[in-house]
């Protein structure tokens, strides 16, 4: 299993096509809280997957004042048929080129797989990671890890 | 391993005895294939236990991927109001290549209810409020897809077939079963 930067590391930042022609950075996001959820893969074989799953709960991070983004290995193009397939409302970034390299400064890169693990990480507004979670790679850990690591953090800011 | 946050309660859709040593609670989606997929062997799983098991189902509708999820959870809903929730339920996953609102009315009809009350109901939103509710309970509860099963307040992680449900059961009876 992968090291993942643990909490009060500053989240490394990086930019990543999030469309064919775009790109989106992390520090863009400055001032928002941030959901990193890195996957192995677009089109996993069941409904209700991981990233079908965060689409339909984000009104619920939303409250919470979060950005989620995913990241996978994919390529652009590939996120983006997944993307519209799937209706995600949530910006889906390409590790693709040189392959899984923001999963590695994260430490969350499969590198027997090739493919990113399935990690969470949650940063706050100043950009700091306060909370990260390494699922089995087979588990989808779904939202309730997230939602109270978010809520635990408004309370300490409050 | 993830805890059910909300045990399940009166507002739940729970059939069997109230006491049952064991309760299998599915969050579940009426248009998910896998769902529909696992209906007949819930309902194996209960003929297993028979009055050592209690079985709840809870929504949780993936209406991003699923056009008539929310209809169908609200749908039930309106059943259940009239006592028919579980009949209701089962004709909805019996019927999953044909969800909309022909086989909704259709629905209503046979147990005899107004079809312009279901109509209403829908168009209002009478049950989005627990159906919403549910998926709340669901996603604070590790809910991590459908179907997602808990028993007794644990998140199942097994595989999805009759003879590990059966295991996993039996495990929480402490009790072999005798017969299948």
Request: aromatic letters at 12%; charged letters at 20%; glycine letters at 8%.
């Amino acid at each position: 299993m992968s090291q993942l930067l643990a909490p009060g590391t500053t989240a490394p930042d990086f930019r990543l096509r999030v469309t064919p022609d775009q790109d989106l950075s992390l520090s863009e996001l400055r001032g928002q809280r941030v959901i990193l959820s890195f996957y192995p893969a677009d089109w996993s074989p069941v409904c209700g997957d991981q990233i079908t799953l965060y689409n339909q709960i984000r009104p619920e991070f939303e409250k919470y004042g979060a950005e989620i983004l995913g990241i996978s290995v994919d390529g652009a193009w590939c996120h983006q048929a997944y993307a519209k397939h799937n209706h995600i409302h949530f910006p889906l970034l390409a590790d693709f080129h040189p392959k899984g390299a923001v999963a590695q400064k994260y430490g969350a890169y499969r590198e027997q797989d090739g493919v990113c693990e399935r990690a969470l990480f949650a940063i706050d507004r100043k950009g700091m990671i306060f909370w990260s979670y390494l699922s089995p790679i087979a588990v989808n850990p779904g939202a309730d890890g997230i939602l109270d690591a978010l809520e635990s953090l408004q309370n300490q800011e409050k | 391993m993830s805890l059910l946050r909300v045990p399940v309660n009166s507002s739940d859709h729970v059939q069997g005895p109230e006491n049952a040593p064991v309760t299998l609670l599915e969050y579940g989606d009426y248009e998910c294939p896998h769902c529909g997929a696992m209906h007949p062997v819930v309902q194996r799983v209960q003929r297993c236990f028979s009055s050592r098991l209690g079985l709840a189902y809870r929504h949780f509708p993936l209406t991003e991927i699923h056009e008539y999820a929310e209809a169908a959870a609200e749908t039930a809903e309106y059943a259940g109001f009239y006592g028919r929730f579980w009949e209701a339920h089962d004709m909805l996953f019996q019927n999953q290549d044909r969800l909309g609102l022909p086989l909704f009315l259709a629905i209503v009809r046979y147990f005899e209810l107004s079809e312009q009350g279901l109509r209403d109901a829908l168009a209002h939103g009478t049950f989005a409020d627990k159906v919403r509710r549910d998926f709340l309970t669901g996603v604070r509860s590790g809910v991590n897809g459908t179907p997602t099963f808990f028993i007794n307040n644990l998140r199942y992680d097994g595989p999805a077939s009759y003879e590990a449900l059966v295991g996993a059961i039996a495990a929480q009876l402490e009790y072999a079963p005798t017969a299948a």
